[in-house]
């Protein structure tokens, strides 16, 4: 393992800490306002000091999996761009679950896994975003508008 793997996750965790600091130090963001983003920022410095530090352990362990690589193709490039004509055909909330669902269950998870994720992906969407925090999401589909 070189140490090419770990300057991407590097990079991320020193990006959100400084500007989590930005927000803190020099706009003096109120509490209401900068909560969901620290919660947010330090989980993602978690997630990358963690992916950092399992690089660096697994440099000297050897990493019998880490030689591993699934190829990029064809049909991963198609998802994501099938991504956006289900958002386009849906709107943003039920797009973004149904695509889960589809994708999920084209790629061989069970039924329970794909609809849950999906029933969870609407709940968080619909929820958080558009009640509790009211960011205001295209609901009904893009074509509709």
Not at 15 to 27: E, N, P, R, S
Not at 31 to 46: M, R, Y
Not at 124 to 134: A, C, E, S
């Amino acid at each position: 393992m070189s140490r090419r793997g770990v300057v991407f996750p590097a990079l991320i965790l020193a990006f959100t800490a400084v500007m989590l600091a930005i927000g803190y130090f020099h706009y003096h963001y109120s509490w209401t306002a900068f909560a969901f983003p620290l919660a947010a920022g330090l989980a993602v410095s978690l997630l990358c000091a963690f992916e950092i530090a399992s690089l660096l352990r697994a440099r000297g362990a050897g990493a019998p999996g880490a030689a591993i690589r699934t190829p990029l193709s064809l049909s991963a490039i198609a998802w994501l761009f099938a991504l956006a004509a289900f958002l386009f055909g849906f709107g943003f909330v039920f797009g973004a679950a149904l695509y889960l669902l589809v994708c999920l269950k084209a790629n061989g998870f069970s039924w329970r896994l794909s609809i849950g994720t999906a029933a969870v992906s609407l709940l968080v969407t619909w929820g958080l975003f558009i009640h509790v925090l009211r960011v205001q999401l295209p609901v009904p589909p893009l074509w509709m508008g």
